[in-house]
């Protein structure tokens, strides 16, 4: 398998985060009751015109400049015709010959260094309604709440080789989506979905394979299972001397592999035409302006700060500026506590195992930066030891209390003591006699028993650098 690469391209749908849709006034809201946001233009009823949202012009614009895309000042609406019953029209709004944007780079991190990613264009397009079949009822029903939902398709250039620099690409598509505020990312709900073409080609070989397409896959894990299923699929067709077909398949997240869907179409298929109901869109270049000067710094240059001004290790900075609301909570923390690496190490280990058990976003949690900073700062004050802190840690994420006046409820504060301390030593040595004459005898690593003794004793209150201190001392 090694004399074979992948070619892989990816098409990303984002839906934008305006308050209405693309065409009409309806509301974008996700899970309202079926059917609850259509109006006559989204139900494409005759005689219906319609009117481009502003809005979402504007967030497509400024996600080309964030991938440094040129935008073109003109561009045309088109309809690609096809029948669905979701498509209420019988065709979609998009763009084709003209798209709005065109020509951009996304960075990305592998295992080989740094790599760009090239981005065809970025277009706008309405969304289509959802089937949803009913296998107890023996029916299919159609909700068209989603139909005419702001996207913008980001279509790149074929230049990722494994499913690792595809998923690698989607996280920084998905987090730059995420710093602008023009798209929540959330594949769940499908306001990020993913279509991955693929082929297989011996190495060295310029010219590309028959590529299948890979439809709307819902997370990062199966968007690599589903493609290294499908190299896999390319190769033994290619070695067992079958030919490949071009078409759209469908990934099967149960039993990780794909299906065939339909043949692919082509554009011709589709029968562009610009849309006679709307007009060009016309970008001001005054707006691009605008528009540049209220871009959020983005992930990038955030990793690079956090490596320069904080001194973190470059994984660390990859994790804590993945998602905006992590990168802020960070900075807030350190604005309490000068700790950088301490405060990152708490929030990757206890605070994100927290979220990820709960299942909830850092955005509702009730541990807020400053509660964090101050358990930090309490752990390194001497206060309370470190096993301590993160013995209470879930409850201060629950509750969201004030560290301090938790600590002094339960009273947990650690015991620094000596002369306190220096009866629990002479306890714990007078019921170890054997362990003592080891140790005496050499055998200095007896150390950590006699502290996990005392430790155990005093629940963990023990200050450990005192402890230590003192069975130095009588031991000799």
């Keep these: 398998m090694a004399e074979y690469e992948a070619v892989i391209g990816l098409e990303v749908h984002a839906q934008l985060t305006t308050n209405t849709k693309l065409f009409c006034a309806c509301p974008t809201r996700f899970g309202d009751g079926p059917n609850e946001n259509v109006c006559p233009v989204c139900a494409g009823m005759p005689g219906v015109l319609p009117v481009m949202n502003d809005r979402a012009l504007e967030y497509a614009c400024k996600m080309a400049m964030a991938i440094d895309a040129t935008i073109?000042?003109?561009?045309?609406?088109a309809r690609k015709n096809y029948f669905y019953p979701d498509l209420p029209k019988g065709y979609q709004i998009s763009q084709y010959e003209q798209p709005l944007c065109e020509h951009g780079r996304v960075e990305i991190e592998t295992a080989a260094g740094t790599k760009t990613v090239g981005v065809t264009r970025i277009h706008m397009e309405e969304d289509a309604g959802k089937n949803i079949h009913s296998s107890t009822e023996n029916k299919s029903f159609v909700d068209l709440n989603r139909c005419g939902v702001p996207l913008i398709e980001i279509v790149s250039e074929p230049d990722m080789r494994s499913s690792e620099e595809a998923v690698a690409y989607l996280k920084e598509l998905r987090s730059i989506l995420v710093y602008l505020g023009v798209c929540d990312g959330n594949m769940e709900e499908g306001s990020f979905r993913c279509d991955a073409n693929v082929s297989v080609r011996r190495k060295g070989d310029k010219n590309f394979g028959t590529r299948a397409e890979i439809k709307n896959v819902n997370s990062f894990r199966n968007v690599q299972r589903a493609i290294d299923y499908e190299i896999g699929?390319?190769?033994?067709?290619?070695?067992?001397?079958?030919?490949?077909?071009?078409?759209?398949?469908?990934?099967?997240a149960n039993k990780g592999v794909t299906q065939s869907m339909r043949g692919k179409?082509?554009?011709?298929?589709?029968?562009?035409?610009?849309?006679?109901?709307?007009v060009p869109v016309r970008v001001?270049?005054?707006?691009?302006?605008?528009w540049r000067g209220e871009l959020p710094e983005l992930p990038a240059a955030k990793r690079e700060r956090f490596i320069a001004k904080y001194g973190l290790?470059?994984?660390?900075?990859?994790?804590?500026?993945?998602?905006r609301e992590v990168a802020d909570y960070f900075e807030a923390a350190v604005g309490v506590h000068p700790e950088p690496k301490k405060i990152a190490n708490w929030i990757m280990s206890e605070l994100m195992r927290e979220l990820?058990?709960?299942?909830?976003?850092?955005r509702g949690c009730r541990l807020r930066p400053e509660g964090l900073a101050k358990l930090v700062r309490i752990i390194d004050s001497g206060a309370i030891s470190g096993k301590i802190g993160k013995q209470i840690f879930g409850d201060l994420f629950r509750s969201g209390e004030d560290p301090e006046a938790y600590i002094a409820a339960k009273g947990l504060a650690q015991i620094s003591d000596a002369g306190a301390l220096d009866a629990v030593v002479d306890e714990v040595l007078a019921a170890c006699p054997g362990e003592v004459a080891r140790y005496k005898a050499g055998e200095k690593k007896?150390?950590?028993?006699?502290?996990?003794?005392?430790?155990?004793?005093?629940?963990?209150?023990?200050?450990?650098?005192?402890v230590g201190e003192l069975l130095a001392a009588k031991l000799g």
């Design 313 to 323: 290790p470059e994984y660390d900075a990859g994790v804590l500026t993945a998602e």
């Design 233 to 252: 699929r390319h190769i033994d067709c290619i070695e067992d001397g079958e030919a490949i077909v071009q078409e759209t398949r469908l990934f099967d």
């Design 284 to 290: 001001e270049p005054s707006w691009i302006e605008r």
């Design 72 to 77: 073109n000042l003109t561009s045309i609406f």
């Design 356 to 362: 990820n058990e709960c299942g909830e976003s850092i």
């Design 446 to 466: 007896l150390t950590g028993f006699f502290v996990g003794q005392i430790m155990q004793k005093t629940k963990g209150q023990a200050n450990p650098k005192l």
């Design 265 to 278: 179409e082509e554009a011709h298929d589709y029968r562009y035409f610009p849309d006679p109901d709307l």
